[in-house]
């Protein structure tokens, strides 16, 4: 019989995405916000799965991270080997937050031009390739790191790749990454407890302090302050801290909520959860949450199923995701290591869904009870 870990370890081939379109690099005025817009649309209705398939085997929860997210790209895909690259702009904005702390309680000056020099070069690797969205997408903080500091770096990555997705030009994603990377500063003016709760007042007012401090640094953009403002802010109006609708919450701050919400869900603490989990309760609630032409750009990156997910397909066999078909987010590569009955292959088979009209994924694995 296979074993879990075959399946979350997987082999070391590469996952692969169909390569995104060059984007000019070319700094230009900041347009007025963008009307919402989708990427290329799927031929068929997104849908979730109600109930994964379940399976008695093990370890399920150690799944390893993609090693890859392009087609000839292998980036690092733990926090050692972010360490090693000290001039990586992730690793480079996670420094610089670290930094700025202390400035939420003194009159000392913001560093604005430090700020806009790494997220210029987020920008440009991120409309480049995926490669940095999927080193921050595995990435684990430091060791006396600061966690706000960290969940902000990620945030402002896998924000712009996200809004690159959208459509998003050069100049609105160095805005919409400025906006990511300070977007809970207010969280270091609160206790720890406070910061832990999430329903309670302190929590809920962290928007607007992380606006006021924003706005008493004087960043380049008013825009900024205003996406800060209002990235707790929900589609139905059920967010915080004024409950707005839909075509009253900027474009940016759509972007930061969603990104926000999945990096949180996926990111620190005993009740991480699985990528493909967090990915299934956005889609689910998406009229009443988020835009759907966001959640759409959300997928065409990640997909239903994430690399590195482990899965069922329809004849039985196991395997895990290694890739994503941006535009088929229900089809993407895997890695099949058991048949239908369970018995471990002789060696890993790789299948692109895309390809394969007759076979499908039909959930998750799981534990068995």
Known sequence: MVRMSDVARGAASKPRSDPPPEKSRAAAPAPPPPAEAAPPSEDTELRVPARPARLNLRALATMAPPAAA?????????????????DNPFVLLERLLERVRPLVKTDDPFPWD????IVDRLVSASTASAE???LAHAAMPPAGGDPIAFHQARVATLAL???????LEPAQLAEL?????????????????????????????????????????????????????????LEHGQGFPRALQRQAIHPYAKVLGLVDRYATLTGLGRTRARPHEVIRDIVRSKNEEFSPALVKALLFEISIFPPGTPIRLNTGEI???????????????????????GQALPAPRGVDLSETPFLYITGPVTESR
């Open 70 to 86: 392009e087609r000839d790209e292998q980036p690092p895909a733990d926090r050692r080997a972010l360490d090693v690259d000290a």
């Open 114 to 117: 430090e700020l806009t020099s």
């Open 132 to 134: 940095l969205f999927w």
């Open 161 to 167: 790749r996200i809004g690159a997705n959208h459509g």
């Open 177 to 233: 990454g400025t906006a990511a990377a300070l977007l809970d500063v207010g969280l270091w003016l609160l206790d720890g407890a406070a910061r832990r709760d999430m329903q309670s007042p302190e929590y809920r007012s962290h928007p607007r302090l992380s606006a006021e401090l924003v706005h008493r640094w004087g960043p380049p953009s008013d825009v900024v302050v205003q996406a800060i403002l209002q990235h707790h802010e």
């Open 319 to 341: 395997g895990r995701v290694t890739g994503v078909n941006r535009n088929h987010p229900l089809r993407p590569r895997v890695e099949l290591v058991a048949d239908g009955k």
